[in-house]
């Protein structure tokens, strides 16, 4: 199995512009993760899904992100309009259920400007 | 230990010596626990998990030690390699059938050839 996967690795983009990353799940995964990491506040969870219903969106730091998941094989992470404090890695995770280990992707790059 | 404000703690140790990693945890709830490596550029990467009925679990090269009672972990690495440099974290999930892990700010281990 490839892992979890994640495009782009890296953006760069200026302030107001909308952007969107995508991920692909380990297959057979029924749980996916967002996490954001930045030196400040380590790694933080922005919403998980179960079974592509999202359960918990808590993290979410505000209206201006927003993340889908049309189906088992995808999920896609919006910020718009991005802004500078946006700029970390997010890391897209999936694991086979609530007792199972977490997978991680390599994450993307985000640099607003 | 976990750190506190932006610095992670490093940790160093000569190629070959044995290192300890800690963690202390803050929710007695937790019943599974998760040691995560991460290299430079790279997404969290599995290593090992105990569950909350055990106070010990090995494996290749790693043991990791579970304190219930003072709520501490710890990862034990047995003859430090060069590519073991990274950073660590530990990660915990509460018990009520939750998915959602939380992570601690990570040690910055160095391995000194």
């Keep these: ?113 | 230990g976990e750190s506190v404000g932006l610095h992670l703690p490093t940790l160093s140790v000569q190629e070959g010596d044995n290192s300890i990693i800690n963690c202390a945890y803050s929710n007695s709830a937790s019943d599974y626990f998760i040691w995560y490596k991460q290299e430079s550029g790279k997404g969290p990467q599995f290593i090992i998990d105990i569950r909350s009925n055990m106070d010990k679990r090995q494996g290749q090269r790693v043991t990791v030690l579970l304190n219930k009672t003072v709520k501490h972990l710890s990862l034990q690495i047995a003859a430090t390699q060069p590519g073991d440099s990274a950073v660590y974290f530990c990660a915990e999930k509460d018990g009520a059938g939750s998915y959602q892990l939380t992570f601690g700010k990570g040690t910055k281990l160095s391995v000194i050839p």
């Design chain 1, 1 to 113: 199995d490839a892992g979890v996967i994640q495009s782009p690795r890296h953006e760069v983009t200026e302030m107001g512009q909308e952007v969107t990353l995508r991920c692909k799940p380990i297959s057979g995964h029924n749980s996916l993760f967002w996490y954001r990491q930045t030196m400040m506040r380590g790694l933080e969870l922005l919403i998980y899904f179960n079974n592509n219903v999202p359960i918990d969106d808590s993290g979410m730091p505000e209206d201006r992100f927003s993340a889908k998941m049309p189906n088992a094989s995808f999920s896609t992470l919006k910020i718009q309009p991005s802004e500078p404090r946006d700029s970390a890695v997010y890391f897209c995770a999936s694991c086979g259920g609530a007792n199972e280990k977490l997978f991680f992707g390599s994450g993307t790059q985000l640099s607003v400007l």
